[in-house]
Nanobody
Framework: QVQLVESGGGLVQPGGSLRLSCAAS????????VGWFRQAPGKEREGVSC????????YYADSVKGRFTISRDNAKETVTLQMNSLKPDDTAVYYC?????????????????????WGQGTQVTVSS
């Protein structure tokens, strides 16, 4: 079965850190651009960070630059989002997506994911 599974969400205090992982099953993630997206209640889904297949290119939304880091381990078929200095505004459901035919810019800004897959999401709550 082809699927993406996110893990690592949870409740954290402001200033804390979380590490999200996106794992693929049924296909080889190494051939795909991968992105992290988030959606807060009442808001549109937004691209947070995206990474190219060979890790040569990355994209970060302005709101997370300097705080979040995306990386991938193609041998383990996983993509990780390290989130530091978390703020209450980071509270959202975080989704990972994979697409073989896009760019990091198109994926994160335009949410273009042709022939792609989406995970079910993981909740991140930043609150004291």
């Amino acid at each position: 079965q082809v699927q993406l599974v996110e893990s690592g969400g949870g409740l954290v205090q402001p200033g804390g850190s979380l590490r999200l992982s996106c794992a693929a099953s049924g296909f080889s993630l190494s051939y795909y651009y991968v992105g992290w997206f988030r959606q807060a209640p009442g808001k549109e889904r937004e691209g947070v960070s995206c990474i190219s297949r060979g890790e040569g290119s990355t994209y970060y939304a302005d709101s997370v630059k300097g705080r979040f880091t995306i990386s991938r381990d193609n041998a383990k078929e996983t993509v990780t989002l390290q989130m530091n200095s978390l703020k209450p505004d980071d509270t959202a459901v975080y989704y990972c997506a994979a697409s073989p035919l896009t760019t990091v810019q198109d994926m994160c800004v335009k949410r273009t994911t042709p022939l792609g897959f989406w995970g079910q999401g993981t909740q991140v709550t930043v609150s004291s």
